[in-house]
């Protein structure tokens, strides 16, 4: 028997390697005839010499590159690419492998500048960490921005706030060819840049500029997005001029120029709108958030917003040595809102039931921004490099809101507390900062040493008028009638530096190990000045409730170790850092003071692991262990009795948390499909993880701390999955979303447990021709919390929907382009249900012999349904709103388009129309697909 196994496997070995010994390979590359640069995903047919019959094809790689395994035989090599003459090519492979002299493919000149082309690249590629969207794969309106372009990419989520998330990842800068637009405010290039100008949108996970030079990860890396600029259009100026007028008094004005000379960019845009596009971020509304009462949200997209933003971005290579660049940012945004709002606040322990608590709020807010920034960038010699990215941001801001409120228990028809306040505030806000950057290689490969030093300075002045009338209503006794009317200053300050140093030695054959040290101190300053009316209209009794001046002095040191071994296949990172930190509070008020002083060790572990199968398939792992330290607010005693019915307190005995995070992603493209999987998922447990622990009394009103509690953990797993059909003009893409969270917390003296399990799925199919293009898209959302004290609702919650929207190409230049949305949830509270169809509609005509104007009529929520409805769910409490929106409204618009191109570009190559977009969200059509 064994002599037949062995005789067996001897016949299989020499089976296989005769098989190996027929087969030949086939290398090739291939370039472009112009400029000999690579050209990637070229189609590549494998045909038989006799009688032209496929064998088999494939693609090429970043490279240009392909390689074929074939039996002994005579081919025609056929190479074809988008906007390129097929190439054909006979190679006589019947003996031995061949090895290809260069193809390089012509451009196509008739298809350049008349030809549709209805074939169809990639929508999805994976190149290492970066995931690459085909932008003319995604349909969008003809005047469509890249936010639009966002939204019909799977895995991007576009919210109100113009907030950009993919895959999960909140988008902190957008750049353009590699280099930064408008620093850390990614809605500038969201809601301005013309979609029509981008070839490839990239998702990668950037590392910090100190990574870089070490080679080492510090945690400091960020995901961002790079804008490839199609390629005849680097050269020369265009840009474009929108204006519009539509009823109800709507209006958006808007022009931006672009001018791109090699590596050189400059940038010039302004807009004024009443149509809810902001083409920026208001940094000085986000500012002064946490000093407004609650019960209305300015910003998110809620209410009615007009804004007028104007801006200058620029990057410069005046020489191989020296790259600089900045930008400069002016805004203006006013936002009117109106909120009804109803939270469902847990009471376990009461006979009456949960407390329910209505507020309708009407309010407005009004912002006026400024900001600078410069990035310069000097290479001395190839051994050093030098950094250095100053910025400025100056805001003003004014909002008011009137509230009227009212409280109910759930099982009484009879109100508790109700009453009306009324707010005001004006403020500045000002900061500075500045990071200088250092590295230096010595000598050896891989040895570096690297330095950093950072710092800055903020300010706030806030005054604040806040008053009130509330009444109580009392079990044993009359009601109680409290009044507010007070006025506030908020004074605060503060400053901080830290210094950073890194030294990187290799050992060994590719095997790094890092010693890195930084200091770190901030210093902060929250001063609280209140006055009561002494009933004269006056405002000069201390209000010794609200009145307090609370500093923080912070130092904190990290000392790190990290090795790092980097092999062909895979590499791995592992860790630790010691961050011993000293932390002094005080707390002064007119009836007591106390200081506070915390002396603590962390460590901070981690662990990050990379697989390469090749350039298109990938894992990465990644394990980090941080640990957090309270707020001031949180550690301080001192009561806050401003409002009656709210009070807080901190809670010195609180212990920092430590935080565990893994992180999973998978990704595989194959070229020869044009498929793409990518999978992501994460695990987090907290150890002290620091909650909110509120007591509820009579009369409904509550008390605030905070308290140290374990257990809370959250797990989640993203599917995303796109590829054509065997019809290329048909491709289907499908998100895959799961999440199941485990939240502790306290309700007075009780513990609950929230299980929360949140499952979603979104299906697209998409269809592209010279006629007509749509889209198809529904989405359905599962959302279930279980609560593990038994007198509490458990709640279930469904969201669900669907998509639909076409462009058609008629005959003389029009353009048709119409979208429907369909939303609607089940389970939420009487009176904030779902059930909206949003019909978006437009028509459009080019018009000048060059095609160069754009006459465009649109309709915005042509069944007027479109309403603004969120939830939110807590361990402690339930919340629901609803906030006015934009209401239905037509506009007309007129486009102009300006260029000078170099190389021969035309005007058809910047679509039919790109100038920003005004209107809500929402739309569907493509630009046309010419090259």
Do not use: C
């Not at 640069?37 to 019959?53: M, V």
């Not at 080492?216 to 050269?235: A, C, H, P, S």
């Amino acid at each position: 028997m064994k002599k037949i196994l062995l005789a067996f496997t001897l016949a299989i070995i020499s089976l296989l390697s005769l098989a190996a010994q027929n087969n030949i390979r086939i290398t090739g590359t291939v370039l472009d005839k112009a400029d000999n640069d690579p050209i990637e995903q070229a189609g590549i047919r494998i045909l038989r010499e006799k009688d032209s019959t496929y064998v088999q094809g494939l693609a090429t790689d970043d490279a240009g590159k392909f390689i074929v395994s074939i039996s002994p035989g005579k081919y025609i090599i056929s190479v074809s690419y988008l906007g390129y003459k097929e190439a054909f090519v006979n190679v006589d492979a019947s003996k031995k492998s061949v090895v290809m002299d260069d193809i390089f493919l012509s451009a196509d000149g008739i298809m350049l500048s008349e030809a549709v082309v209805t074939a169809k690249a990639a929508e999805i590629a994976i190149k290492g960490d970066t995931i690459e969207y085909n932008a003319d794969s995604y349909k969008v309106q003809p005047s469509a921005v890249v936010e639009d372009l966002l939204k019909k990419m799977p895995g991007a989520e576009v919210d109100s706030e113009g907030k950009i998330t993919i895959n999960g990842k909140e988008i902190k800068k957008i750049l353009v060819d590699g280099k930064e637009f408008f620093s850390d405010d990614p809605k500038v290039a969201s809601k301005n840049l013309p979609a029509a100008m981008v070839d490839k949108l990239q998702v990668l996970d950037r590392k910090s500029d100190m990574s870089q030079m070490t080679g080492f990860d510090d945690g400091d890396d960020e995901t961002v997005i790079n804008l490839t600029i199609k390629k005849n259009m680097k050269q020369g100026l265009y840009g474009s001029t929108t204006s519009g007028l539509g009823s109800d008094d709507r209006y958006g004005l808007s022009g931006i120029a672009n001018y791109m000379h090699n590596d050189n960019q400059f940038t010039l845009m302004g807009g004024s709108n009443n149509t809810n596009n902001e083409g920026f971020t208001d940094n000085a509304g986000n500012t002064f958030r946490g000093f407004r009462p609650s019960g209305i949200n300015f910003g998110g997209g809620n209410g009615i917003i007009k804004s007028t933003s104007g801006g200058f971005n620029f990057s410069m290579t005046p020489s191989d040595k020296l790259k600089w660049g900045g930008n400069s940012r002016i805004g203006r945004t006013e936002n009117d809102v109106i909120t009804n709002r109803h939270v469902e606040r847990f009471t376990p322990n009461d006979p009456r039931g949960n407390l329910f608590q209505n507020t309708n709020s009407t309010g407005i807010n009004k912002s006026d921004n400024i900001g600078v920034d410069f990035r310069f960038e000097w290479t001395p010699d190839s051994l050093t490099k030098v950094i250095f990215s100053p910025n400025l941001q100056y805001g003003q801001n004014k909002a008011s809101n009137i509230n009227d409120f009212l409280s109910t228990y759930e099982n009484t028809n009879d109100s508790i507390n109700w009453g009306k306040s009324t707010y005001f505030s004006e403020g500045e806000s000002k900061s500075v900062n500045a990071r200088l950057e250092v590295s230096r290689k010595l000598g050896k490969k891989g040895r570096v040493i690297s330095f950093s030093l950072s710092g800055g300075f903020n300010k706030l002045d806030n005054d604040i008028e806040n008053w009130s009338k509330k009444t109580t209503r009392q079990s044993a006794s009359p009601d109680s009638i409290s009044l507010i009317d007070i006025r506030t200053n908020q004074d605060n300050h503060g400053h901080n530096w830290r210094a950073y140093l890194s030294y990187v030695e290799p050992i060994g054959r590719n095997n790094f190990i890092q010693f890195n040290y930084s200091f770190r101190k901030n210093y902060s300053v929250a001063d609280q000045n209140t006055y009561k009316n002494d009933g004269s209209d006056n405002y000069t009794i201390v209000d010794s409730t609200a009145t307090k001046n609370l500093k923080n002095d912070f130092i904190n040191q990290e000392i790190g170790i990290n090795f790092k071994s980097v092999r062909a296949k895979y590499n791995y990172t592992l860790g630790v850092m010691l961050q011993p930190s000293k932390m002094d509070n005080w707390v002064i008020t007119p009836k007591e003071s106390a200081e506070i002083s915390n002396n603590v060790l962390n460590y901070a572990p981690v662990a990050q692991f990379n697989y390469l199968w090749d350039k298109r398939h990938n894992l990465r792992v990644d394990y980090s262990g941080t640990t957090s330290q309270p707020s001031t607010t949180q550690l301080s005693s001192v009561r806050d009795e401003s409002d009656p019915l709210n009070i807080s307190y901190g809670n010195p005995n609180l212990k920092p948390t430590f935080t565990n995070r893994f992180r999973l992603r998978y990704q595989k493209f194959n070229p020869e499909k044009a498929s793409a999987i990518m999978v992501f998922g994460g695990f987090d447990f907290a150890s002290n993880d620091i909650v909110a622990r509120t007591y509820s009394f009579e009369g409904g009103r509550q008390e605030s701390t905070f308290d140290n509690i374990n257990g809370n953990w959250s797990t989640n797993l993203r599917l995303i999955m796109n590829r054509p059909l065997r019809n290329k003009k048909f491709s289907v893409n499908s998100m895959t979303f799961g999440n199941y969270a485990r939240k502790n917390g306290y309700i007075d003296s009780g513990k609950n447990t929230a299980n929360t399990l949140n499952l979603a799925e979104s299906l697209g199919l998409q269809y592209r021709s010279d006629l007509f293009d749509f889209g198809l898209r529904g989405n359905i959302r599962y959302t279930t919390t279980d609560n593990s004290l038994g007198n509490l609702q458990d709640r279930t919650i469904y969201n669900y929907g669907g998509s639909f929207n076409t462009t058609w190409y008629l005959p003389y230049n029009f353009v048709v382009d119409t979208d429907l949305n369909y939303s609607a949830n089940a389970g939420t509270t009487q009176g904030f249900e779902l059930n909206e169809w949003l019909w978006n509609a437009s028509m459009s005509k080019q018009i000048f012999k060059a095609k160069n104007g754009t006459i465009k009529f649109s309709v915005y929520d042509i069944l007027h349904q479109k309403t603004n409805i969120s939830q939110s769910f807590q361990t402690e409490s339930v919340s629901e709103s609803i906030t006015n929106v934009l209401e239905s409204y037509f506009m007309v618009s007129f486009i102009y388009r300006f260029q000078i191109f170099k190389g021969g570009a035309k005007m058809t190559d910047m679509n039919n129309d790109s100038g920003p977009r005004f209107g809500p969200p929402g739309g569907g059509g493509r630009p046309s697909r010419r090259l």
